[in-house]
């Protein structure tokens, strides 16, 4: 599968944004897709994912207030829904995706696969 992040740009503090993750290829339904961020020299950060066939949600606790994360299977799309952005959220977003993800795996960056190119969040103060 290929994955194409889309959605970034400049914002104001308290605007919001939605990233789109447009993926290409078959079984779509059977990838379990996250987002993650890399702030300036700050380290991948797991934000939300959401799971293959159950769609079970997963949030890290610095977005889980503020961040959704939603899928349209039938679009082969995977949607993160940002609220209240603050100077601190400015990082290239990147989503993921895994084949048939368990549980246990959908918030470790190690154990996805297929990347998206990433699209830069600025939020300005």
């Known amino acids: 599968v290929q994955l194409q992040a889309s959605g970034g740009g400049l914002v104001q503090a308290g605007a919001s944004r939605r990233l789109s993750c447009l993926a290409s290829?078959?079984?779509?339904?059977?990838?379990?897709v996250a987002w993650f961020r890399q702030g300036p020299e700050k380290e991948r950060e797991f934000l939300a994912a959401v799971r293959y066939g159950t769609s079970r949600l997963y949030y890290s606790d610095s977005v889980k207030d503020r961040f959704i994360i939603f899928r349209d299977n039938a679009k082969s799309t995977v949607y993160l829904q940002m609220d209240s952005l603050q100077p601190e959220d400015t990082a290239v977003y990147y989503c993921?995706?895994?084949?048939?993800?368990?549980?246990?795996?959908?918030?470790?960056?190690?154990?996805?696969?297929?990347w998206g190119q990433g699209t830069q969040v600025t939020v300005s103060s």
């Open positions: 290829g078959r079984a779509f339904n059977s990838y379990s």
């Open positions: 993921a995706a895994a084949s048939c993800l368990n549980d246990d795996y959908n918030t470790t960056d190690r154990y996805y696969n297929f």
